[in-house]
């Protein structure tokens, strides 16, 4: 495998994937026309009843009204939440309508027929929703939720890339800005990198922009890849020391990682797989004691559905997933923010690469 690139992950400030929604002046705290009296409590019982091994009664009494009106707002705009495995719980179990990894509210985007879509996760999302649904307001509750990948590259680095490997395909993780995407043939997710990566029939791809990504489906299959030199900066924390003295300390852990992590990491663990083959993984085998190797509130939104299954939690969280909360949800809502638009030029080629990839996974 061959790693190539000037740019190295960096954590996202006000960068070029979030030019396209500017925010707007800040409105005053949220409002919510409910507070937590017993009336609302028994109301929304069966809500807590989803979060209640995860979240506190004390800190129910905050989310319960803000949960109230949103679900509320949702019905008034006929709008949903898009809500990535990385949510909290109080966003994941209840106001999330549809939930899952990048695949999963791809498709969830392509096919809603609500006017609204929340999207609860990070900005590329927001984007590849809205090349999916072009026609539908497409929200992201803070407009500075990046990603350390999506900032690695740029659609010059693209560019560059095309004109040094003429002919070699390029398929970009899509964890990238919709003009990344529109200078790459095809998008790809965790869940599917290698079938995509086979299914063109090539003997060599360029797939950007996770080195780490790029070298785990290296291992799977025989097309040669040559990788740029982005990371996750959480995923990339991780260590094979760290993964070896979890299993030192908790006899029978089972390590379950995410292709995002470096190789040590991944040589370490019992299962690879995007989040939602995590998920998956734990629910079909619970294991009695498991480590979720990904985004820290992962581990929560599976707790609060296998209370049987013990999870060791090392905390790596993701700032910009951390920058959606229950309160600016309410507010995108209310007040119709950030609007997330893509430029219709790029968003043709951008738009063609995500749905490649969507027919090649279907
Ligand atoms: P998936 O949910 O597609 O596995 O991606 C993980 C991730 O880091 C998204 O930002
Ligand atoms: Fe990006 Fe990593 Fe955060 Fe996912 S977890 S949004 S890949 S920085």
């Known amino acids: 495998m061959e790693l190539v690139g000037a740019h190295s992950a960096h954590t996202l400030s006000a960068s070029e994937d979030v030019a396209s929604c500017a925010p707007r002046a800040r409105a005053k705290e949220p409002v919510t026309p409910y507070t937590f009296t017993p009336a609302l409590k028994r109301e929304m019982a069966p809500l807590y009843e989803r979060v209640k091994h995860v979240v506190t009664p004390m800190e129910w009494v905050h989310y319960a009204p803000i949960v109230k009106a949103i679900n509320e707002l949702k019905v008034k705009r006929n709008a949903v939440i898009l809500a990535h495995n990385y949510m909290t719980p109080e966003i994941f179990h209840c106001v999330g309508d549809f ?31 809205k ?27 693209v560019r560059a890339l095309r004109a040094a490997y003429p ?57 040669e890849i040559i990788a740029w030199k982005g990371a996750c900066e ?18 029978g852990l089972k390590i379950i990682a995410h292709p995002e992590c470096p190789p040590d990491v991944i040589n370490a663990s019992d299962f690879t797989g995007s989040t939602a083959a995590m998920i998956d993984w734990v629910k079909t085998k619970r294991p009695a004691k498991v ?20 999870f060791v939690r090392p905390c790596n969280l993701c700032p910009h997933m951390k920058r959606i909360s229950l309160e600016n949800i309410y507010e995108a809502l209310l007040y119709n923010r950030y609007e997330v638009t893509v430029d219709p030029v790029v968003a043709e080629k951008a738009r063609r690469a ?9």
């Open 167 to 223: 002919g070699v395909p390029i398929v970009t993780y899509v964890n990238t800005s919709a003009a990344v995407k529109a200078e790459c043939d095809i998008t790809c997710t965790s869940s599917n990198a290698v079938k995509i990566v086979e299914s063109l029939g090539v003997p060599r791809v360029l797939l950007i922009p996770d080195q780490y990504l790029a070298k785990y489906v290296q291992t799977k299959t025989k097309v």
């Open 234 to 251: 959480v995923h990339e924390r991780f260590t094979g020391e760290e993964m070896n003295a979890m299993r030192e300390a908790e006899p």
């Open 131 to 157: 090349l999916l649904s072009p026609d539908k307001t497409v929200l992201i509750p803070d407009p500075l939720a990046g990603c350390s990948l999506a900032s690695s590259i740029t659609p010059e680095d």
């Open 99 to 129: 939930k899952g990894d990048s695949l999963q509210l791809a498709k969830e985007a392509a096919r809603t027929e609500a006017d609204v879509i929340v999207q609860a996760g990070v900005h590329f999302m927001a984007e590849t929703s």
């Open 354 to 362: 995500v749905e490649r990839m969507v027919e090649a996974s279907a």
């Open 291 to 310: 480590v979720l190797v990904t985004e820290c509130s992962m581990a929560s939104n599976v707790a609060a559905e296998a209370p049987d299954v013990e």
